[in-house]
């Protein structure tokens, strides 16, 4: 359970996870694109939120996908202004996640305690101040 | 130095013999002559321990915070938590540490992970049943 992703590395031939993920990334951008989560009930919704009537940190982040894959930008602001906001954040992250073994100090630089503090911090103001306004 | 390397050598021929019988890697004290090996030996000593500093264990952040958003939040947010302790525990110098709270971690988003598939998979026949 613990090497979970280690073992996923070392069984797996790279090529071969790199495509699966591809694969699967495409048909989930696909599947938003495609069908408008407001639509249809039967799409799947925030279990947290069915019970409590809470809005948790990423209600909404399918209606922006949608939104943003038919290039509708201020609905996709609307639907989750935090997600929006740090997008590009993400894909920063998820590029220095991924090149770690290039720039192994970039990597320690940027998993530093100040960031990792000050990223659940925002997280956890956002959920705060959404419920607050109801954003 | 100079008042310690004469006790050395006093003690290094029985040292030596009883590492014969033992057989036991034993290397002998300096010599007091010869004092440029010491010095080697002393930097060789200090440069591994500069150069041994293991590279970061993953904090796994990226991963928490999009489970966090994407899937079940509360596991999400205990995999944050630790991942600060793996970056705090590393340049504090407890590299052991900082690898369990890497692998919990791990565990929290896998945990996470699961949630939300379970739940997102589980939706559809749950709300075709009520309905």
Redesign the interface.
Known sequence: ??N??QLIKTKVPLIKSKGAILVAGCSLLLFYFIFNPEDS??M??C??HKITGLQ???CG?QRMIHALLHADFKSAFMANAF?FCSLPL?IF??W??IS?SRH?RL??RC???P???S??TL??AW?IVRNLLNL | MKDLEPEGQQKSTPDQEWADVLKINFTPPPVPGSTPPPIPEQNSSENPGHEDVP??P??Y???S??T??????IPG?VA??F??Q???R??GGDFSGAYRAS?MA??WI?VSFVLGVL???L??PI??IA?
């Open positions: 359970m613990a979970f992703f009930r039967f799947p919704q279990i947290f948790c940190m990423g982040a997600l993400l992250f998820i220095v996640e770690r192994p990597y320690a998993h530093s305690l960031v990792i503090i990223a659940a997280l956890i959920f | 590279p970061m993953s904090t952040l990226i991963w915070i999009l966090t958003v994407f899937c079940c939040f947010i944050i938590i991942s600060s793996v970056s705090s590393y340049f692998r791990e565990i896998i739940s997102a998979t939706y559809l709300m075709l309905s």
